[in-house]
C-alpha cells in the first residue's frame, strides 16, 4: 500500500512533469508552428489522433491543477496487486467526473470540454510512463527539429 508520503511526492513529480511538458508543447506550438505541424504531419496517421489527445489531456490536468475549486487527484497507485506502486511510472491515470463548465465564459467551454474529452480518450486508464513516453516521444523529435532549424538560420545569418 502506498505511504501518504509517496503519494505526495509522486503527485508532486507528476504535476511537475505536466507542467513542463504543457510549457514545451505551448513554445513549440507558437515559436515553430510549421515546424510542429510538419513534425505532427510525418506521423503515422494512427499516431497523430495518440500525440494531439494526450497532449490536449495533458493540457486539461495542467488547467485543472491550477484551479484549486477543481483540483482532484489525477493519479493512483496501480490497481495490479504486488505492483511497485513507489515507481511514479507505473501509477495509474484516473477517470475523474465531467466538468461543471458553469463558471467558465461561454467562449471557453466548448475549448475546455474537448480537453477533457481527450484526457478521458488518451489518460484514463493508462499509465502515467505510457502518457508521458509519447509526449515525450513527439515533442522530443519536435524540439530536436527546432534546434536544428534554430542553428541552420544562424549559421546561414553568420
Same mark, same amino acid.
Given at each position: =500500500?502506498?505511504? &501518504? /508520503?509517496?503519494?505526495?511526492?509522486?503527485?508532486?513529480?507528476? !504535476?511537475?512533469?505536466? $507542467? $513542463?511538458?504543457?510549457?514545451?508543447?505551448?513554445?513549440?506550438?507558437?515559436?515553430? !508552428?510549421?515546424?510542429?505541424?510538419?513534425?505532427?504531419?510525418?506521423?503515422?496517421?494512427?499516431?497523430? &489522433?495518440?500525440?494531439?489527445?494526450?497532449?490536449?489531456?495533458?493540457?486539461?490536468? +495542467?488547467? =485543472?491543477?491550477?484551479?484549486?475549486?477543481?483540483?482532484?487527484?489525477?493519479?493512483?497507485?496501480?490497481?495490479? &496487486?504486488?505492483?511497485?506502486?513507489?515507481?511514479?511510472? /507505473? $501509477? =495509474?491515470?484516473?477517470?475523474?467526473?465531467?466538468? /461543471?463548465?458553469?463558471?467558465?465564459? /461561454?467562449?471557453? +467551454? &466548448? $475549448?475546455?470540454? !474537448?480537453?477533457?474529452?481527450?484526457?478521458?480518450?488518451?489518460?484514463?486508464?493508462? !499509465?502515467?510512463?505510457?502518457?508521458?513516453?509519447?509526449?515525450?516521444?513527439?515533442?522530443?523529435?519536435?524540439?530536436? +527539429?527546432?534546434?536544428?532549424?534554430?542553428?541552420?538560420?544562424?549559421?546561414?545569418?553568420?
Amino acid at each position: =500500500m502506498s505511504q &501518504p /508520503a509517496d503519494r505526495a511526492a509522486a503527485l508532486t513529480a507528476v !504535476t511537475e512533469a505536466v $507542467w $513542463w511538458v504543457t510549457i514545451i508543447d505551448a513554445r513549440l506550438v507558437r515559436q515553430y !508552428t510549421d515546424l510542429y505541424d510538419g513534425v505532427l504531419a510525418a506521423r503515422v496517421a494512427v499516431q497523430r &489522433p495518440a500525440i494531439e489527445g494526450t497532449l490536449a489531456g495533458l493540457r486539461f490536468v +495542467r488547467n =485543472m491543477m491550477s484551479d484549486q475549486a477543481a483540483r482532484v487527484d489525477f493519479i493512483g497507485p496501480p490497481a495490479c &496487486p504486488g505492483a511497485d506502486d513507489g515507481v511514479v511510472a /507505473a $501509477w =495509474m491515470w484516473k477517470r475523474v467526473p465531467e466538468l /461543471a463548465l458553469g463558471p467558465l465564459p /461561454a467562449r471557453v +467551454r &466548448p $475549448w475546455e470540454m !474537448t480537453r477533457y474529452r481527450a484526457y478521458t480518450a488518451w489518460l484514463a486508464d493508462r !499509465t502515467v510512463g505510457e502518457v508521458f513516453g509519447r509526449a515525450a516521444a513527439f515533442l522530443d523529435l519536435a524540439a530536436s +527539429r527546432a534546434v536544428s532549424a534554430t542553428d541552420t538560420g544562424f549559421l546561414a545569418n553568420w
